[in-house]
């Protein structure tokens, strides 16, 4: 039985969507940088007022910034090249390699059926793209 990684991908974007599962890359180092800088000019231009003002105008546009970064995790999966594919699929595929399947569709109603490895599934997926994408992931429910 040749395993497939479309297979794996599409059994991870279904447990993924059922899930409501969104990541974002985390921004914020780029949101203090942007604070910090409007703050430091307001403080040059207006001194002790301009720097109050400075520091929150930077903070509500590091905040704009940072926020809504969020996309749904079977877009990111579908997005990821060939060779995070393969690594992501080596993962999942030793989660369920004692199964017996021919396609997605079978694979996928063997996976829902199961809470256990669905969850082992999810566990995984949670930790690779915390770890191998630095995102944040977060639950609609």
């Not at 007022?49 to 749904?72: E, Y």
């Not at 393969?86 to 569709?105: M, P, S």
């Not at 191998?132 to 639950?139: D, G, K």
């Amino acid at each position: 039985m040749p395993i497939m990684v479309d297979d794996i991908m599409k059994l991870l974007c279904t447990i993924s969507q059922e899930r409501k599962m969104k990541a974002a890359v985390k921004h914020s180092g780029k949101g203090a940088v942007l604070t910090g800088a409007v703050a430091f000019i307001g403080g040059l231009v207006g001194g002790p007022p301009g720097l109050a003002v400075g520091g929150a105008v930077g903070g509500l546009l590091g905040a704009w910034m940072t926020s809504g970064q969020f996309k749904p995790v079977p877009q990111i999966l579908m997005e990821l090249p060939p060779a995070e594919q393969q690594k992501l699929f080596n993962e999942a595929a030793a989660i369920v390699r004692n199964l017996d399947w021919t396609d997605a569709v079978q694979l996928t109603t063997l996976v829902l059926g199961s809470e256990a490895l669905k969850q082992q599934l999810l566990a995984m997926l949670v930790n690779y793209v915390t770890r191998e994408l630095r995102a944040e992931v977060r639950y609609d429910d």
